[in-house]
């Protein structure tokens, strides 16, 4: 079984099709997804993940002249490979529900440069796709919301969708809205805010 490496991202050409700022998935689930023209759509990629599952990125995004993202939507669809019987159990504190489907709507801050996350991991290949289309964060300080819809009794499959943002607009870190942080009390605060910019941009239609 192949695990990409962050050099060999792209090796696969994604299953679904984006045209203008709607991207139309004919299943797992069939949904159509339409992002706001203020972002642009700058690709995808698809390949196996931690030899475990297979996992298909798009990318909408927000930038500068200089490739620098202010914010932007990475939306991706995994599934279970038949050679295991693994199912998604992610538990959240948040729900909602966005064009008949329901998502965990969970809000976090992470410095991407003190923690990066493993090399092979769904994050890292995604920010050298990014990069091999002249793109980067904007600073390493991020604001995240990620939905989460499993699909089928089962939770075989999932679809993901991330809004990230550049907080460093915010003033703060994400040391600073942490537990024992001295922004701790106004994290709620921030992250209800988040959660509607990001339903703001974002609109989902099921498709039959």
């Given amino acids: 079984m192949l695990v990409l490496s962050a050099a060999a991202f792209g090796q696969d050409a994604p299953l679904r099709k984006v045209k203008g700022h709607v991207l139309k998935s004919p299943d ?11 972002f642009k759509y700058v690709g995808g990629q698809r390949f196996i993940l931690y030899t475990v599952a297979n996992a298909e990125q798009h990318f909408f995004v927000d930038a500068d002249k200089d490739g620098r993202i202010k914010r932007m939507y990475w939306i991706q669809f ?47 290949l995604g920010r050298a796709f990014l990069a091999s ?24 499959d999932e679809l993901m969708i991330i809004y990230l943002e550049d907080m460093s607009g915010l003033g703060l870190s994400s040391a600073d809205v942490a537990k ?18 990001a339903q703001k941009n974002l609109t989902i239609r099921t498709r039959k």
């Fill in 133 to 156: 289309k002249g793109y980067r964060l904007g600073s390493d300080e991020t604001l995240s919301l990620r939905f989460l819809h499993f699909i089928g009794e089962k939770k075989r």
């Fill in 78 to 124: 995994e599934g279970f490979l038949p050679t295991n019987t693994n199912s998604y159990t992610y538990k959240g504190t948040k729900t909602v529900t966005i064009g008949g489907l329901d998502f965990i709507a969970d809000a976090y801050a992470r410095n991407i440069k003190l923690n990066p996350g493993r090399p092979d991991s769904d994050g890292a």
């Fill in 180 to 197: 024992g942080g001295k922004a701790e009390a106004k994290w709620n605060e921030i992250a209800e805010a988040h959660l509607a910019r």
């Fill in 28 to 38: 797992t689930p069939a949904v159509e997804i339409e992002i706001s023209k203020d």
